[in-house]
């Protein structure tokens, strides 16, 4: 992988006791070292792996904000720290007109990778580190905490200069469950979801069980092809890509590399030749999984219609052939602590 740092801004948001957001300014861009090169690339993968992603793209607005912030700089008529500042002081006022005491370190990066610019934004928290010496002394610090990236949203400025109309040039994290980054992100970035990728998601899952509904598969090679569609749509969403038609139609049929296309255009399903996908709504091709009610319970696709059976007029799930640990859990619980020995039921231990 290789990830060119262009320029690297780095502010403090705190939050006072009196419960007041105050920004902390970096006086200079953060020097470009081996080291911030490398902290780049993991905060790059580590925005590519966020599973729920959303694509947006910059409304018109009467008030001047991020867009009109970038475009100076896109000009030359403002350096990037000046964007960067700008950038940290908008965010505050959002953070303050929703009444959101969000505190952390604020980042604007701009670099370059593979074809591709980009402006990452992320608003980074800290976690405590600890660590032994030489001489067994015991100190510590404060890291940043990638891997709990919640606010972060990253700009294609090579897509927004050269395919803005399809409206895709923001992707953003879509943050914690029960918490919209649109409420105050996406109002201080100034733009709106344009990509529902989500629905996107659920056609092409869609898509591929009729295709294989339909197709003279056996059971084996059905799994085969949904554990390769998966594995192609994790993959790609890892490194940033979106989905392309062409890939997925040679995934899904090796022999005839063009008959998912064609499945699709002759149906009128609405696949794009290139669209982004929501992970997480495509695990049902490998996995099936919910919770509810005191239950919780996930087991591999292929296993339904053979040891798992669902019966849809009474709602009832049929399990042939338990988890050993499940087993023992439950013969113990119904014969009796006693009676069951750790080899089996109807067995008892001698002294």
Not at 75 to 90: G, N, R, S, W
Not at 191 to 199: F, H, L, M, N
Not at 221 to 229: L, N, S, T
Request: proline share 3%; with cysteine; aromatic share 10%.
């Amino acid at each position: 992988m290789s990830v060119d740092v262009l320029a690297l801004a780095i502010n403090y948001l705190q939050a006072t006791e009196s419960e007041q957001l105050t920004a902390h300014f970096r006086k200079e861009l953060v020097p470009v070292t081996a080291e911030v090169g490398l902290f780049i690339e993991q905060l790059h993968l580590g925005y590519n792996a966020k599973p729920a992603k959303g694509y947006a793209a910059f409304v018109t607005r009467p008030e001047a904000g991020f867009a009109d912030s970038l475009g100076r700089w896109q000009q030359q008529e403002q350096p990037f720290l000046a964007l960067a500042e700008q950038a940290t002081a908008q965010l505050v006022v959002q953070l303050t007109q929703h009444q959101i005491q969000e505190s952390g370190y604020f980042l604007l990066c701009h670099y370059r990778y593979l074809a591709s610019e980009y402006v990452l934004i992320s608003l980074l928290g800290s976690k405590e580190h600890f660590s032994v010496a030489a001489d067994l002394s015991l100190s510590s610090a404060k890291h940043l905490d990638i891997a709990r990236m919640q606010l972060a949203a990253r700009l294609d400025l090579t897509d927004y200069a050269t395919s803005a109309e399809q409206g895709k040039y923001i992707s953003f994290n879509r943050g914690r469950a029960g918490r919209k980054v649109s409420d105050f992100f996406m109002d201080f970035l100034g733009c709106e979801e344009t990509v529902d990728v989500k629905a996107n998601s659920k056609v092409m899952l869609a898509s591929v069980e009729e295709y294989l509904a339909a197709a003279d598969y056996d059971a084996a090679e059905k799994h085969d092809v949904r554990k390769q569609v998966f594995q192609y749509c994790d993959e790609q969403t890892k490194n940033g890509q979106e989905i392309s038609l062409q890939a997925l139609s040679a995934t899904v049929d090796s022999s005839d590399e063009r008959a998912f296309t064609r499945f699709c255009q002759e149906r009128d399903i609405p696949v794009a030749e290139q669209f982004a996908v929501e992970v997480k709504e495509l695990k049902t091709l490998v996995k099936f999984a919910g919770s509810g009610g005191g239950v919780s319970i996930n087991f591999e696709q292929k296993l339904l219609g053979d040891r798992i059976r669902y019966d849809a007029a009474t709602d009832t799930l049929v399990i042939r052939g338990t988890p050993p640990n499940l087993r023992d859990q439950l013969q113990k619980h119904v014969l009796g602590y006693s009676t069951v020995a750790p080899d089996g039921p109807n067995k008892t231990q001698t002294s």
